[in-house]
C-alpha cells in the first residue's frame, strides 16, 4: 500500500470509530427510552455506525421522531457534532428503500 493510501485509511478509521460510538451510545439511549414508552418496537442491530429497528408500523412516525432526536441530542451534547441521520423502510433487512425527505418538529 501506498503512504496515501495509509493515510487516508487513518483518517478514515477515526471518523467511522467516531460515528460507531455515537451510533453505539445513541443505541443505548433508543432500547431505554423505547421501554419506558412501553413501546412494542425494539432496535434489534447495530453494525458499524447503523442502527436497525423492528418497527411496529402505528409507531413508525414516534420511533422514527426519537431515534432523530436521540442521535442528534448526544452527537451535539457528548461530541459537540452535527449529525445526519438517512432514515430507510422496508419488510426485512436488505429490502429497504431510503426515506428522502421526513418532516419532524422540533
Do not use: W
Not at 470509530?17 to 412501553?38: D, K, L, P, V, W
Not at 453494525?47 to 436497525?52: G, N, Q, V, W, Y
Not at 422514527?64 to 442528534?72: A, F, K, P, W
Request: contains cysteine; proline residues 2%.
Amino acid at each position: 500500500r501506498s503512504m496515501g493510501s495509509l493515510k487516508r485509511q487513518s483518517v478514515n478509521f477515526c471518523i467511522q470509530s467516531s460515528a460507531s460510538t455515537a451510533a453505539a451510545m445513541t443505541f443505548f439511549n433508543i432500547i431505554q427510552n423505547q421501554e419506558e414508552r412501553g413501546l412494542k418496537s425494539k432496535p434489534i442491530c447495530f453494525i458499524h455506525d447503523s442502527l436497525e429497528s423492528d418497527v411496529y408500523p402505528y409507531e413508525l412516525f414516534e420511533v422514527i421522531e426519537l431515534q432523530d432526536r436521540l442521535l442528534h441530542t448526544f452527537a451535539k451534547q457528548t461530541l459537540g457534532l452535527a449529525l445526519k441521520a438517512d432514515i430507510s423502510m422496508g419488510l426485512s433487512m436488505g429490502e429497504e428503500c431510503e426515506l428522502k425527505e421526513y418532516c419532524i418538529k422540533k
